[in-house]
């Protein structure tokens, strides 16, 4: 199985600030047709995780701009240029190279200092 | 509005069973792949089962394979998870989640059912 690690697991951020969280595959998560399958979730207290980003860098519908990804085989990051209070929660990354034997990284909390 | 809508979850014993389901709206629920994840505070996200739109193809975690049984009604736009020989460490709350078009990934998830395997 593709082990995701995340880091780092808490990010304390000031509002207006950005916002760096890494993700690490144990294998490239370049897939034979020249995809990388890398998604970003964000998942608020008490609610179910919304994607955020696919195939590293791409945005869901209604995502801010504020959000990006990058990265390529095995280092992935995603980035929040200035954070807003409604940012807060857990970001998890997935892989989908092996699907549909999904896995995620362990999650990393972002709160407002 | 897609909205994916799971049940059945409840408190059960160890050793016994528990179907889930999952109720699909707002997208031809008969096209898409559907899966179930889990999700515990100590073990993070697990994904547990995948079917195919058609139920050709199925998978499963190797911690619930012969356990656990994924189906689908087409039909009524319903997902189903049989849950037998349950465990401790099966206690989680479950969610509905669609595979993405077009990607190798997850788009949209269901608020999840919660499943407490106790004594």
Redesign the interface.
């Known amino acids: 199985d593709i082990v995701l690690t995340q880091s780092p697991l808490s990010l304390p951020v000031t509002v207006g600030q950005p916002a760096s969280i890494s993700c690490r595959s144990s294998q490239s998560l370049a897939?034979s047709d020249g995809n990388t399958?890398l998604?970003w979730f964000h998942q608020r207290p008490g609610?179910?995780?919304?994607?955020l980003l696919?195939?590293v860098s791409n945005r869901?519908s209604g995502v801010p701009d504020r959000f990006s990804g990058s990265g390529s085989g095995t280092d992935f990051t995603l980035k929040i240029s200035r954070v807003e209070a409604e940012d807060v929660g857990v970001y998890?990354c997935?892989q989908?190279?092996q699907?549909?034997?999904?896995?995620?990284?362990?999650?990393t909390k972002v709160e407002i200092k | 509005e897609v909205q994916l809508v799971e049940s059945g979850g409840v408190l059960v014993k160890p050793g016994g069973s528990l179907r889930l389901s999952c109720a699909a709206s707002g997208f031809t629920f008969s096209t898409y792949?559907m899966?179930w994840?889990r999700q515990t505070p100590g073990k993070?996200?697990?994904?547990v089962s995948?079917i195919s739109s058609s139920s050709h193809r199925i998978?499963y975690?190797a911690s619930v394979k012969g356990r656990f049984t994924i189906s689908r009604d087409n039909a009524r736009n319903l997902l189903f998870l049989q849950m037998s020989s349950l465990r401790a460490e099966d206690t989680a709350l479950y969610?509905c989640v669609r595979?993405?078009p077009g990607?190798?990934?997850?788009?949209y998830?269901?608020?999840?059912t919660l499943v407490t395997v106790s004594s």
């Open positions: 897939y399958y998604n609610q179910s995780p919304r994607r696919y195939q869901d998890y997935m989908g190279k699907w549909p034997l999904y896995t995620f990284g362990q999650g | 792949t899966n994840v993070g996200l697990e994904w995948s998978y975690a969610y595979d993405a990607d190798y990934g997850l788009d998830w269901g608020q999840g």
